[in-house]
């Protein structure tokens, strides 16, 4: 971490992406293999909808008006429709209150601190609770909104979630807490909450009275048990939606990523603060990706077709990492979380790898900081993005065994 606060940190380029610190730390470095292999950016390859483009242009009259900051009705309503479904939830959710569409989940994610750093007041410095690894776009929010980020480091121990025992023993912390970002299925362990983790959460948010910030933008990649989500958790308590909300998007369930359309829901009356707060400073959904995005949400082969593909990609890892580096197959999500502790750690492993055979990943250290311990839970790992076709994936694991054994 930097020793700068807030807006300066991100101003004097204190804090950089993994991506910006992966470019640093090999370049000038000439890859092993002419074939690089890029598995570093969670940038999905499955087929997108055919339909998609289609849709676009039934609604290119939209295009001469400025659109709701809310989105359209018809999107609402395929977004509810879809939660229903998934989580069953009908008769739950309101679309008109309960629902605000973003421009991909990473707009909500970021501007979401805003509101919740202005409704609860703390005596001192508001804190920020951060999975650690975690999505960078969480930490942006953290310095953007001059809080204090508070890590809770997700290991192994831990089920590859934050220890939730030594949260609640916490106490000053908790009472200075504005928001709490967690991912389930966990980037980039693949570790899934369930329901009694979920509740618990919630329960903390709501005793300490701050925002639970649920990102599910991988609930749909899974090779088992579909995961649980926050709504349908919420959703059996008295209190309904107090103090969650949730953030999914159509880039990985729908492999859209270029199409950028995502939503929020839960808290109503957080939800109205967030629209006022992106009414403000934030670009609202083209109308043309909102009339495309409600018929992706609708629509459930291709969804169903992109997790086969992902089942065959573990399968070859299954096959082929089998008692090394601590693999498992994950609940959800499409990363490895490698252990290569053994090979000098994973800054070490990186470069070892990009030098000795042309295989690209991410250290596990740039996607994480040193928790209240100390240790940083990414050090010893590296992450690795299969988003490749199935014969890519298994040339470039095959590469990976032959130099790191």
């Not at 910030?213 to 649980?228: A, L, V």
């Not at 729908?254 to 939800?271: H, K, Q, T, Y």
Request: aromatic share 10%; with cysteine.
């Amino acid at each position: 971490m930097s020793d700068f606060n807030g807006l300066e940190a991100l101003a004097k380029g204190a804090i950089l992406s993994p991506f910006s610190r992966l470019a640093r730390l090999l370049e000038g470095v000439p890859p092993g293999d002419e074939k690089v292999i890029e598995m570093t950016v969670g940038d999905p390859n499955e087929a997108m909808p055919e339909f998609v483009v289609d849709r676009m242009a039934e609604a290119k009259r939209t295009l001469a008006t400025y659109p709701k900051i809310w989105g359209s009705d018809d999107l609402r309503g395929a977004i509810a429709a879809w939660l229903e479904r998934r989580y069953g939830l009908k008769g739950k959710v309101d679309p008109a209150r309960e629902i605000l569409p973003t421009n991909g989940s990473r707009e909500g994610l970021f501007y979401a601190a805003i509101p919740a750093v202005g409704r609860k007041r703390v005596n001192g410095r508001p804190v920020i609770l951060l999975v650690n690894p975690y999505y960078h776009s969480y930490l942006g929010s953290v310095y953007a909104t001059n809080c204090e980020p508070y890590f809770l480091n997700a290991t192994e121990e831990t089920g590859h979630l934050p220890d939730l025992d030594a949260l609640e023993k916490e106490t000053e912390i908790l009472t200075r807490t504005v928001a709490f970002y967690l991912c389930s299925p966990a980037n980039p362990q693949g570790a899934a909450a369930d329901a009694a983790y979920i509740r618990r959460a919630l329960d903390l948010a709501r005793r300490y009275d701050f925002m639970l910030f649920f990102d599910e933008c991988y609930s749909e990649i899974y090779t088992g048990e579909p995961p649980t989500g926050g709504l349908e958790v919420a959703a059996t308590t008295p209190e309904g939606f107090r103090n969650i909300v949730v953030f999914n998007s159509l880039s990985k369930r729908s492999n859209l990523p270029g199409l950028r359309s995502g939503f929020v829901a839960g808290d109503r009356e957080f939800l109205a603060s967030l629209a006022e707060v992106r009414n403000l400073i934030a670009p609202q959904m083209p109308g043309v990706i909102q009339h495309a995005s409600a018929a992706v949400w609708s629509e459930e082969q291709h969804v169903a077709n992109i997790r086969e593909a992902y089942r065959k990609k573990f399968d070859i890892c299954d096959e082929l990492l089998q008692g090394r580096y601590g693999y498992r197959r994950p609940a959800g999500g499409f990363f490895l979380w490698l252990d290569v502790s053994q090979f000098g750690g994973g800054v070490e492993a990186t470069v070892t790898l990009w030098k000795r055979c042309g295989v690209k990943v991410v250290p596990g250290a740039y996607l994480a900081q040193p928790g209240p311990n100390g240790i940083n839970p990414g050090d010893g790992r590296i992450r690795v993005a299969l988003v490749h076709d199935p014969a890519t994936i298994r040339e470039a694991l095959q590469r990976i065994v032959s130099v790191l054994s």
